[in-house]
């Protein structure tokens, strides 16, 4: 089992930035891909960037060369830095972790953050 609890999310500006961060407790040794999906409202959840144990990235076109995913092993916690926001990244952002094990996999999702961005 792995509990996930974002934080940082808010209101900002148009260009503006924000840090989120996701503290991973529980099994998060066993962790193979950690990253961010959001939900627009009306629109289906998607992946927004995502990192493997390997330290492998992927993200989304929508955000390439503007948000960052990094992670922090020693504190168990995984950011997602967002700069030159724009309003239709307005969204609750969760985080996701994944675990690819022999009986399965185990998906686990955090509560959600806000973040919503103005023109």
């Known amino acids: 089992q792995v509990q996930l609890v974002e934080s940082g999310g808010g209101l900002v500006q148009a260009g503006g930035s924000l840090r989120l961060s996701c503290a991973a407790s529980?099994?998060?040794?066993?962790?193979?891909?950690i990253g961010w999906y959001r939900q627009a409202p009306g629109k289906q959840r998607e992946l927004v960037a995502a990192i493997t144990s390997g330290g492998s990235t992927n993200y989304a076109d929508s955000v390439k060369g503007r948000f960052t995913i990094s992670r922090d092993n020693a504190k168990n916690t995984v950011y997602l830095q967002m700069n030159s926001l724009k309003p239709e990244d307005t969204a609750v952002f969760y985080c996701n972790a994944k675990i690819f094990a022999g009986w399965g996999t185990g998906d686990y999702w955090g509560q959600g953050t806000q973040v919503t961005v103005s023109s």
């Open positions: 529980g099994s998060t040794v066993s962790i193979n891909v």
